[in-house]
T-cell receptor
């Protein structure tokens, strides 16, 4: 079952602009993670935010989590052409095994 | 540098063939996963394993089986390949137990085409 859903499906911006992607999920989570995938490659972990955290930063990345709305956002500031990729949110539930359930992703295109 | 290695980047197999996709990790991780990725559907979990010889079904296990005889190796088996199993297959691993130990490391993917 698909837990996370990203929005928008695709985003096209210019270099230097900020990119914001959103993720909504359905059930109570232990943590939420964001991954990046370059075309035709495996996924790379970007950042993890736990259910008791509201905001987290890593370099040009800022992630927020609102558990009352069951939503998260990923902000990439001052984007670069090299940020062009697909971005996925993934949730780990509170119960059961530590499996990651992924959304369908947001395709980000950053033009020079 | 941590590594998850999948045996093939590209694979072409015939309908009805038995197909083995191999994945090896060098991080001594307890958990290993197989996902398939299709356009418009995102990543879907096929099977996972939380220990040697242990396996659990994911969301779409039909037509697949797995084997984990050693901690570092997790194999995905297509018993009789069909064209609807044409997809990108992604292997991942993560440390088991405890909060925060769920960051997953992915292999480079195997693009399987069944003809």
């Amino acid at each position: 079952s698909q837990q996370g859903e990203e929005d928008p499906q695709a985003l096209s911006i210019q270099e230097g602009e900020n990119a914001t992607m959103n993720c909504s999920y359905k059930t109570s989570i232990n943590n939420l993670q964001w991954y990046r995938q370059n075309s035709g490659r495996g996924l790379v972990h970007l950042i993890l935010i736990r259910s008791n955290e509201r905001e987290k930063h890593s370099g040009r990345l800022r992630v927020t989590l609102d558990t009352s709305k069951k939503s998260s956002s990923l902000l990439i500031t001052a984007s670069r052409a090299a940020d062009t990729a697909s971005y996925f949110c993934a949730t780990v539930l509170n119960s059961g095994y530590s499996t990651l359930t992924f959304g369908k992703g947001t395709m980000l295109l950053v033009s020079p | 540098d941590v590594k998850v290695t999948q045996s093939s980047r590209y694979l072409v197999k015939r309908t009805g063939e038995k197909v083995f996709l191999e994945c090896v990790q060098d991080m001594d991780h307890e958990n290993m996963f197989w996902y398939r990725q299709d356009p418009g559907l995102g990543l879907r979990l096929i099977y996972f394993s939380y220990d040697v010889k242990m396996k659990e079904k994911g969301d779409i296990p039909e037509g697949y089986s797995v084997s984990r005889e050693k901690k570092e190796r997790f194999s995905l088996i297509l018993e009789s390949a069909s064209t609807n199993q044409t997809s990108m297959y992604l292997c991942a691993s993560s440390r088991g137990g405890g909060e925060g130990n769920t960051e997953a490391f992915f292999g480079q993917g195997t693009r399987l085409t069944v003809v």
